[in-house]
């Protein structure tokens, strides 16, 4: 299925410095998975790893597979370009395009990436990407407005409707509510529950309530010792993990002992 | 009690320290000043209409202007411009972007030296490259002189506004499978192009005043511009001439030259700061 990803023993570096080891999973099509771990265990490290935004680092490496859509992404033949448009990010703080407009924000992968469309179809890309973020009825009268002219919880979410309108099959977050107040994480968290349909979400938090709301399955990541790499200690369904997880180490995490 | 003694204390130095900032303010404002009231005074009785659109007139007959000097400097800072900003931006894009220590490193090295090397210098490194080449001063080669001054400014400010915009935008048009170079061109650049342009406009501003590496290059002129391959007056070259002249007219349309020069400098410069706060606004 296109919007499954697995990944075989997937390590990654900084230099020297080892941030995940050793990290098998698969990530089920059209279900929202979180990913929970105490601060620094790797999980951004993980998620970047993906859609090869990883290797932006300087000094970054990988190694092991990360298999989607039947092939594995770090082939030597597989272009970067053709993965982040198929798995798309939105990130920790919202990250508009300030000199565009709300609707050239949203248009921006389909203008830049290639992909000629005319006009109306543009628009109706714009329109359908803003609704399915929940963000049409907020700003479909100032659609020329600059996107730095919304408030924080209506940046993510034009940043989450960007992503969305190049059509992904994947969207990863990473920790996207952490600079929100209540009522816009509200919003994304809805946002979620209808994207689920068609995407498949990866969504790293440090919010225990969020990951039990929002995900179907759940990743504990965990650096057993410092200057250990960060792995994967368990993974399954949330209800699972939340009630009779397998491990000490995740009961103690979601029970909030550490971390 | 002792604390207030120390109140005041304070206050009397921090109000002394404040008095002398202004006064050291004023005192480097001054030439400014004086340059300006002596250039409008000396050349504003000389400035009219004549002097902008005619040719010099031969020595003993009174009247003629500078006009093809205006029009000389506008284009040989046009061909500065079409040869050192492509080459400027790029460099500096490279800077910005491509991130190999090794060779940034000796780039950036190699435009600081660049913009140290005394005008005069890339003048008569001209002279050898084109003029003795080409049998004879030129434009083009007046041009190309000017275009090498400006290139280190041009490159290193393209690098400083490009390092200027954050890296969560280059990630967030990566992220949705913009390739490398467009990413670079209609996301960076264009985020950072008002910082740019601010800053080209500068580097115009810097070389319409230069007069040294022209000696050797454009040389001068006394007849509207013919061709790239043809010597060109310019402003500078040509204040420089009058001023140096024994005749008392020559000095008057000297001064009103400079008063032109001096406009067009500043008209550069205030519309680059004009420009650049209205771009700024917009990114707020
Ligand atoms: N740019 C970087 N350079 C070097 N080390 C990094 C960099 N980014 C993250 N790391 C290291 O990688 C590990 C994992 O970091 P990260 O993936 O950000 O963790 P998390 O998102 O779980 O908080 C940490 O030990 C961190 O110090
Ligand atoms: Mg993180």
């Known amino acids: 299925m296109a919007g499954s990803i697995t990944t075989n023993n997937l390590s990654a570096t900084f230099g020297e410095v080892r941030a995940i080891e050793g990290i098998s999973i698969e990530i089920i099509a059209n279900k929202v998975t979180a990913l929970i771990g105490p601060s620094g265990c790797g999980k951004s490290t993980f998620l970047r790893c993906l859609n090869r935004m990883h290797e932006l680092v300087p000094g970054a490496g990988t190694t092991g597979e990360v298999i989607w859509d039947g092939r594995n992404i770090y082939a030597p033949d597989v272009d970067a370009t053709d993965v982040r448009r198929g798995i798309g990010m939105v990130f920790q703080k919202p990250n508009p395009f300030p000199l565009m407009s709300i609707a050239d924000n949203v248009s921006a992968g389909l203008r830049l990436a290639g992909s000629k469309r005319n006009k109306s179809a543009m628009e109706e890309a714009v329109e359908r990407s803003l609704r399915l973020a929940a963000l049409w009825d907020e700003v479909k009268n100032k659609l020329h407005k600059p996107g730095g002219s919304l408030s924080g919880g209506q940046q993510q979410r034009l940043c989450i409707a960007r992503a969305l309108a190049v059509e992904p099959d994947v969207i990863l977050m990473d920790e996207p509510c952490s600079a929100l107040d209540p009522a816009s994480t509200q919003k994304i968290e809805d946002t979620m529950d209808k994207l689920k349909d068609n995407y498949t979400i990866v969504i790293v938090t440090h919010n225990m309530q969020q990951a039990g709301r929002v995900s179907d399955f759940t990743g504990f990541l965990l650096t057993q010792e410092s200057g250990e790499p960060g792995r994967l200690i368990e993974y399954g369904p949330t209800s699972k993990i939340f009630t009779m997880p397998d491990h000490k180490e995740t009961e103690n995490y979601i029970t909030g002992r550490f971390g | ?284």
């Open chain 2, 1 to 284: 009690m002792n604390n207030g003694f120390n109140r005041r204390r304070r206050n009397a130095i921090s109000g002394l320290a404040y008095l002398l900032c202004v006064l050291a303010t004023i005192i480097a404002l001054i030439p400014l000043m004086l340059i300006l009231f002596y250039v409008i005074s000396q050349g504003a009785p000389a400035l009219n209409l004549d002097f902008l659109t005619q040719l010099p007139k031969p020595v003993g007959e009174t009247g003629g202007g500078m006009g093809n000097a205006i029009v000389g400097s506008l284009m040989l800072i046009g061909i500065a411009a079409v040869v050192g900003l492509p080459l400027g931006v790029l460099a500096g894009t490279y800077l910005a972007e491509f991130r190999s220590p090794r060779l940034s490193w000796t780039v950036r090295l190699l435009a600081d030296i660049l913009s140290g090397v005394p005008s005069i210098i890339i003048g008569v490194f001209v002279y050898t490259l084109l003029v003795l080449t080409m049998k004879h001063f030129s434009a083009l080669a007046g041009g190309v002189a000017l275009a090498i001054l400006m290139l280190p400014t041009v490159a290193r400010t393209t690098e400083e506004m490009l390092r200027m915009v954050p890296d969560t935008l280059r990630e967030a048009s990566l992220a949705l499978g913009i390739p490398r170079w467009r990413t670079i061109v209609s996301i960076i650049i264009k985020t950072a192009g008002g910082g740019i342009i601010t800053g080209i406009m500068l580097a115009l501003a810097r070389i319409a005043g230069e007069t040294a590496p022209l000696l050797f290059t454009a040389l001068s002129s006394r007849t509207w511009p013919t061709g790239l391959d043809k010597p060109v007056a310019s402003l500078p070259v040509q204040i420089y001439t009058y001023a140096i002249s024994p005749y008392e007219d020559w000095h008057q349309q000297a001064w009103a030259g400079s008063l032109v020069l001096v406009i067009m400098v500043l008209l550069l410069s205030v519309g680059s700061k004009l420009y650049f706060g209205r771009k700024m606004r917009s990114v707020r």
